[in-house]
């Protein structure tokens, strides 16, 4: 059934295509568009970063907003060109305007007014709840991580200014970014001091932006079922499991989608030639340019692997890292994008000058290149200790380069590993390992070499996971669905 009264204000720091560092934004920028497709009413508020400002169109000043320390600024009001969507955007140059990343600065260092920078967008939010825009007032605020996480606790000290009650969302993408600040910024923020305890956003003595949402909304979700159930134990709590489990009857997992309007070989315009699942010779030329774009030597058959990732110590990559001289051995090859800790940049440099035909590392932030190693590669890699859903195994399904993953999170949601049974039961589409060593990730590479030795069946497995149906029309449906439950 369509619903087309449901308001519902999308509170989240970054949105692609105009701003990411990484899963959220691409979840941020495809929600849109798939719940209105559900019929919802949603619009999004932003902060106001340069390429956001830059994309706003028919802008007109909401009004002045007074932030809880004293300053003003003014709210946006217009439609992002490029996603079609409504959009608030916060006007604070002093706070968002600043080159490079949004949350650290030049030295990696988090910005020291990142709690303001970031309550602020919670603020807005409530006030939105309170009618800031006399033609619209959102019925639910759907905040997304701790940049966002505020918005739930203002909602919750702002009933008595709401017309009607404007209930909350929070979407954890990952527990571990916990958006946590000194003391004595509290007064700052604009809370009661009530909120300022065990029972609200206190952690350990800190103020905890994640906290906060978690304490709270109305409902929260996590982006694939399994991590709902894994954070709510010490090993994968982050320190948050006891209130986790406290809040389990408001707490569900909803699997994140793939947007097939960016993410489709087979109108994918950053890829050098399309193909789909029935008609995959487009493939093996994607392989081919990517393997001469990279200096790799150009061999058909020697299977090739590939990393697109944030270079962090949650990936996993020190386990590609201890299996590389067997993938190598094997006749791998290996091409890695991605951008982060020095060691690791350090360390898979080291390899690619080392091995220059067969490994070949990328650092940096590319968007286009990561859709010709989608496209290029046979397999993708994502060896993580823990992943809240993760997009580049679904990005590798679509495009014919299987995931290999560690069974954690939605990794164990979305990929099947490749043991006799699943092959024969026509379920498997990757390969799966469980224990977080390179070991048992050295048998999983093992698998994936047995596989692509025996090509009819390869293809028959890559054929079933770019068929794979990952887009967002089912969670779509389970988001609107909780919207209604939770304005009764
Ligand atoms: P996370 O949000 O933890 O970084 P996800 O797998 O959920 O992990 O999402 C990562 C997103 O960022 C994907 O869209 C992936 O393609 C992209 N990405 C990661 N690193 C890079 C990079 N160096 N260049 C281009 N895209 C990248």
Redesign the pocket.
């Known amino acids: 059934m369509r619903d087309k009264t449901m308001k519902v204000l999308q509170v989240s720091a970054e949105i692609?295509p105009l701003l990411?560092?990484?899963?959220?934004?691409?979840i941020a920028g495809a929600l849109p568009a798939a719940m209105s497709a559900t019929g919802c009413d949603l619009r999004v508020l932003l902060p106001g970063f340069a390429t956001i400002l830059q994309d706003l169109q028919d802008a007109v000043v909401l009004g002045q907003v007074a932030t809880p320390w004293g300053e003003r600024f003014s709210v946006r009001h217009g439609r992002l060109a490029s996603l079609g969507v409504a959009a608030y955007v916060i006007d604070a140059p002093g706070l968002y305007l600043r080159p490079g990343s949004p949350y650290e600065d030049a030295h990696r260092q988090p910005y020291a007014d990142n709690h303001r920078r970031f309550a602020l967008l919670g603020w807005v939010a409530a006030l939105l709840g309170q009618g800031l825009d006399a033609q619209w007032t959102p019925q639910v605020v759907h905040a997304h991580d701790w940049h966002a996480a505020l918005a739930p606790a203002y909602l919750a000290f702002s009933r008595e200014r709401q017309r009607q009650r404007v209930a909350s969302v929070y979407t954890v993408?990952?527990l571990a970014y916990q958006g946590v600040f000194a003391p004595q910024h509290f007064h700052e923020l604009g809370l009661p001091d009530a909120a300022f305890s065990i029972n609200g956003l206190e952690f350990h003595g800190n103020i905890s932006f994640m906290k906060a949402g978690l304490f709270y909304a109305d409902r929260i979700t996590t982006?694939s079922p399994t991590y709902a159930q894994e954070i709510q134990t010490p090993e994968q709590g982050c320190g948050l499991d006891g209130l986790l489990r406290t809040r389990r009857s408001a707490l569900c997992g909803i699997l994140?989608g793939v947007d097939a309007a960016v993410w489709n070989p087979a109108c994918d315009k950053l890829l050098p030639f399309a193909y789909d699942a029935h008609s995959n010779a487009g493939k093996a030329r994607c392989k081919a340019a990517l393997q001469a774009e990279m200096s790799l030597a150009a061999q058909p058959r020697a299977p090739l692997f590939g990393v697109?990732?944030?270079l962090t110590e949650?990936?996993g990559l020190h386990l590609v890292l201890a299996g590389i001289d067997e993938l190598l051995a094997r006749g791998g090859q290996l091409v890695v994008?991605?951008?982060g800790e020095g060691w690791l940049e350090a360390a898979l440099r080291e390899q690619a000058l080392k091995h220059p035909q067969s490994v070949a590392v990328?650092?940096?932030?590319?968007?286009a290149?990561?859709h010709r190693i989608?496209g290029g590669t046979d397999v993708t890699l994502?060896p993580s200790r823990f992943?809240?859903?993760?997009?580049?195994?679904m990005?590798g399904l679509s495009y014919g380069s299987l995931p290999l993953v560690r069974r954690v999170g939605?990794l164990a949601d979305t990929v099947v590993d490749s043991t006799l049974e699943d092959l024969a039961a026509q379920r498997a589409n990757g390969f799966v390992f469980e224990e977080f060593t390179a070991d048992a990730f050295t048998r999983a590479l093992r698998r994936a070499f047995a596989l692509y030795a025996r090509p009819d069946e390869w293809a028959e497995v890559a054929k079933r996971a770019m068929q794979q149906d990952f887009g967002w029309k089912a969670s779509a449906q389970k988001f609107l669905a909780l919207y209604r439950q939770v304005t009764g």
């Not at 990411?20 to 691409?26: E, V």
């Open positions: 692609f990411k560092t990484g899963g959220l934004a691409d993408h990952n982006v994140n697109v990732s944030r949650q990936k994008l991605g951008s990328r650092l940096g932030y590319d968007e290149l990561a989608f994502v992943e809240p859903c993760g997009l580049t195994q990005y939605g």
